[in-house]
Nanobody, 122 residues
Framework: QVQLVESGGGLVEAGGSMRLSCAAS????????MGWFRQAPGKEREFVAA????????YGTDSVKGRFTISRDNAKNTVYLQMNGLKPEDIAVYYC???????????????WGQGTQVTVSS
């Protein structure tokens, strides 16, 4: 069983930066894909980015491309989401997830963290 724990959320001013972390525990090394999703109030969960063991990555909505960067430290079983140029529309609960391969669909992810709130003040 894999457990995922996010950290790093909070409040930031528009235009600021924030880095989210997600640590996986259970196996010594979690070799699956790790991804980030977000869910704003009243909206569906949205794919943000995913990264595989080899460092291959893909991003979701065009609105985060060029601003968000996903990375991974396999030795620490940790995935990061560096968010720059944050906007009020980035406000959401951000979830870390684990899957066997890179998918954009939440239902394909087997493991989920509890989520961390990101709030951007305008």
């Amino acid at each position: 069983q894999v457990q995922l724990v996010e950290s790093g959320g909070g409040l930031v001013e528009a235009g600021g930066s924030m880095r989210l972390s997600c640590a996986a525990s259970g196996p010594t090394y979690y070799s699956g894909t790790m991804g980030w999703f977000r869910q704003a109030p009243g909206k569906e969960r949205e794919f943000v980015a995913a990264i595989n063991w080899s460092g291959g990555s893909m991003y979701g909505t065009d609105s985060v491309k060029g601003r968000f960067t996903i990375s991974r430290d396999n030795a620490k079983n940790t995935v990061y989401l560096q968010m720059n140029g944050l906007k009020p529309e980035d406000i959401a609960v951000y979830y870390c997830a684990g899957a066997s391969r890179m998918y954009r669909t939440p239902a394909m992810y087997e493991y989920w963290g509890q989520g961390t709130q990101v709030t951007v003040s305008s």
